[in-house]
């Protein structure tokens, strides 16, 4: 059965980096997949975070750009993602997921399996 | 960065209902749109994608239609267990955008 995993402190201070981490279990990271971030802020809607695939591929988005980085470890099995310069703003329930491709009409690169998500408070 | 309007914010509906979900992006987006439906405390569920396929094991009480810029998730039958939020979301374009959820409710 493939899983998703996150993994970090559940708690940042605000100028710091927040690093998590995503165990995936069950399917190999080198597959030809997405492996995305998403966040959800506390009572509000869904933010993509960016994405990585094997080849090396990344894609951010622009409102966090400076700010992100989302690597992986084949020697893991894992993707990682790291938030620097944190603020109140950016406490949120942060998921990891996969996007797989489907060709149905075109190529739907789709979300299509989620981890559970964790939580990181940013606060002094 | 492609908007995605989700209406209504919130519904609230009875056991059996038939309900409609609609979702507006702000710039033509062909078919490339999914469908979640989230409950409280849990990660979101991946319901549709390509605007009309079901995701494996999704039952098929739930459909989706729509290309373009206008789409809408139906919910037929509606059980206790459909008492969520539902999220559409964009993956034309990067970066990838979420409608603001319809929270469906118990009426």
């Known amino acids: 059965q493939v899983q998703l995993q996150e993994s970090g402190p559940g708690l940042v201070k605000p100028s710091e980096t927040l690093s998590l981490t995503c165990t995936v279990s069950g399917f190999s990271i080198t597959n030809d997949n997405y492996w995305a971030w998403v966040r959800q802020s506390p009572g509000k809607g869904l933010e993509w975070i960016g994405a990585v695939c094997h080849g090396g591929d990344t894609h951010y988005n622009p409102s966090l750009k400076s700010r992100v980085t989302i690597s992986m470890d084949t020697s893991t099995n894992q993707f990682s993602l790291r938030v620097s310069s944190v603020t109140a703003a950016d406490t949120a329930v942060y998921y990891c997921?996969?996007?797989?491709?489907?060709?149905?009409?075109?190529?739907?690169?789709?979300?299509?399996?989620w981890g559970r998500g964790t939580l990181v408070t940013v606060s002094s | 960065d492609i908007q995605m309007t989700q209406s209504p914010s919130s519904l609230s509906a009875s056991v059996g209902d038939r309900v409609t979900i609609t979702c507006r992006a702000s710039q033509d987006i062909n078919s490339y749109l999914a469908w979640f439906q989230q409950k409280p405390g849990k990660a979101p569920k991946p319901l549709i994608y390509?605007?009309?396929s079901l995701q494996s094991g999704v039952p098929s009480k739930f459909s989706g239609s729509g290309s373009g810029t206008d789409f809408t998730l139906t919910i037929s039958g509606l059980q206790p267990e459909d008492f969520a939020t539902y999220h559409c979301q964009q993956y034309h374009t990067y970066p990838l955008t979420f409608g603001g959820g319809t929270k469906v409710e118990i009426k």
């Open positions: 390509a605007a009309s």
């Open positions: 997921a996969r996007r797989t491709k489907v060709v149905v009409r075109g190529s739907h690169w789709h979300f299509d399996l």
